[in-house]
């Protein structure tokens, strides 16, 4: 891709994206330099640790650094921003070896990017996103995940069936996460040595009964004064018990 794009608010429809702020920026150079097309510095940019390491980042790997501060002020919605990276965007496969967490339909982007960086601190490193999902390419997502997304792979399904049918196999057992689901987490007997794939629905809607026959459905037991959790809990929750 040229290097040379015009630097306009992000549209999903954009082929490349931007990192907002230094320390996603800095994770785009160090995890993903070859999808990084140039880095932007506001001259009011102060920190001289933070100028050295992505300037180093960015000579290591030979890509442009220019001064960016109308450029910075088209793209960002913050008037703090003193750096911001400018990537291609780019298509991931799952390890079909690894465990995985399923998003079906997320719409939060603060949310998304907090359940990347989650999944990436409990070591799962591969998201499938199901259905109508956010697009984890938009800066505020990248910005949530703080730089967390050059580091996992994400792959979307248009359907759970497209998911299943590929990563479907007799060492993978499925858990939907669900109010209705037949197992109390705190109480679920597994093969230890097993794949998992953990799967959350809408942060509004959660997931359809459908799910109750897919794999085994768990539940997180918690008190009657709330009626669910929170999305990003839930997942948070879920990654703890089934990594340590």
């Given at each position: ?42 001259s009011n ?144 007997e597994r ?32 008190s009657n ?20």
């Open positions: 891709m040229n290097r040379d794009v015009p630097l306009k608010k992000y549209q999903k429809k954009m082929e490349y994206s931007y990192t907002l702020g230094a320390f996603p920026t800095v994770e785009l150079l160090k995890n993903q330099p070859g999808q990084a097309l140039k880095v932007l510095l506001h940019l102060t920190s001289v640790s933070e100028r050295e390491l992505v300037t180093r980042l960015c000579a290591e790997n030979q890509i442009p650094i220019e001064n960016g501060d109308k450029a910075i002020a088209r793209i960002s919605d913050k008037e703090n921003c003193m750096v911001a990276g400018v990537f291609k965007k780019y298509a991931a496969c799952l390890n079909e070896k690894a465990n995985h967490i399923v998003l079906v339909n997320p719409s939060d982007m603060g949310n998304a990017g907090t359940i990347i960086r989650t999944c990436l601190g409990f070591g799962v490193t591969e998201i499938a996103i199901v259905g109508q999902g956010v697009d984890v390419f938009h800066p505020k997502v990248a910005r949530a995940s703080m730089g967390a997304l050059f580091q996992v792979h994400i792959q979307y399904f248009q359907d759970f069936g497209a998911y299943y049918n590929i990563y479907h196999n007799e060492k993978r057992s499925f858990y939907p996460f669900m109010l209705k689901g037949a197992t109390d987490l705190s109480r679920l093969a230890q040595d097993g794949l998992f794939s953990l799967i959350f629905g809408n942060e509004a809607s959660g997931l359809d009964d459908a799910y109750l026959e897919v794999g085994k459905s768990v539940f997180i037991r918690h004064k709330i009626d669910s959790l929170n999305l990003l809990m839930a997942v948070g929750i879920a990654l703890f018990e089934f990594t340590r």
